[in-house]
């Protein structure tokens, strides 16, 4: 549930940066865009920093990779 609300802030801040139309000239719609990547993780005692910004990366990429989107970790 946590990331889902996550999600959906994200998703509001998605679009806000959208209506504000910045423009952008390299970009195919001609305006800035934005992709994020989201995720959330309980921290156990022997886990590592790492397996955290790993799975942020992974989220970031599949964000990415549709352009303009927010996706969230599985």
Known sequence: REL????L????????????????????TGYLTVSIGVVSITPERDQLPYS??????????????GRDRVATAP
């Open 9 to 28: 802030w994200n998703e509001r801040i998605r679009n806000a940066i959208i209506r504000i139309g910045i423009p952008h000239q390299d970009s195919q």
């Open 52 to 65: 955290l910004i790993q799975a942020a990366d992974q989220a970031l990429y599949a964000a990415k990779n």
């Open 4 to 7: 889902k609300e996550r999600g």
